[in-house]
C-alpha cells in the first residue's frame, strides 16, 4: 500500500538540532531517485497555512524555502527508502507541525499527491 510515515519529531531548545524520517513505500520512492515524481517536506503552524521547506527531484537537486536555506537539509537513503529532514540551529519560528509529501504530476491515475500524518516539532526558547 502507498504510504509515507513521518517520525522523529519532537521538542528541542533553541539552537538545536533534530532529523526527520519519512518512510515511502517503494514505488514512490523509487519514483522519486529516477525523477518521475517531486518529494519533499511542509510545514504548518497553527493558524498559519501550510508552506514548503524543502523538496527532492531531478537526480536529487534539492530546493530550500529562504526561511530555511543554510540550516536545513533534504536528504534520501535509496537502502531505506527514506527521506530525511536535517533540521540544525533550530529557532521558534520553526515549531509547526511537519509533513512528508510525494506528488506526480499527470492526469487520470498517473498522477497522485500522498501525505503523511504529520509529526510534531516544537522548539523552546
Known amino acids: 500500500q502507498v504510504q509515507l510515515v513521518e517520525s522523529g519529531g519532537g521538542l528541542v531548545q533553541a539552537g538545536g538540532s533534530l532529523r526527520l524520517s519519512c518512510a515511502a513505500s517503494?514505488?514512490?520512492?523509487?519514483?522519486?531517485?529516477?525523477?518521475?515524481?517531486?518529494m519533499g517536506w511542509y510545514r504548518q503552524a497553527p493558524g498559519k497555512q501550510r508552506e514548503l521547506v524543502a523538496t527532492?527531484?531531478?537526480?536529487?537537486?534539492?530546493n530550500y524555502a529562504d526561511s530555511v536555506k543554510g540550516r536545513f537539509t533534504i536528504s534520501r537513503d535509496i537502502t531505506k527508502n527514506t527521506l530525511y529532514l536535517q533540521m540544525s540551529t533550530m529557532s521558534p519560528e520553526d515549531t509547526a507541525v511537519y509533513y512528508c509529501?510525494?506528488?506526480?504530476?499527470?492526469?487520470?491515475?498517473?498522477?497522485?499527491?500522498?501525505w503523511g500524518q504529520g509529526t510534531q516539532v516544537t522548539v523552546s526558547s
Open positions: 527532492i527531484a531531478n537526480g536529487g537537486r534539492a
Open positions: 509529501n510525494a506528488k506526480r504530476t499527470g492526469t487520470s491515475s498517473r498522477g497522485y499527491d500522498y
Open positions: 517503494g514505488s514512490i520512492f523509487m519514483a522519486n531517485i529516477m525523477g518521475s515524481n517531486v
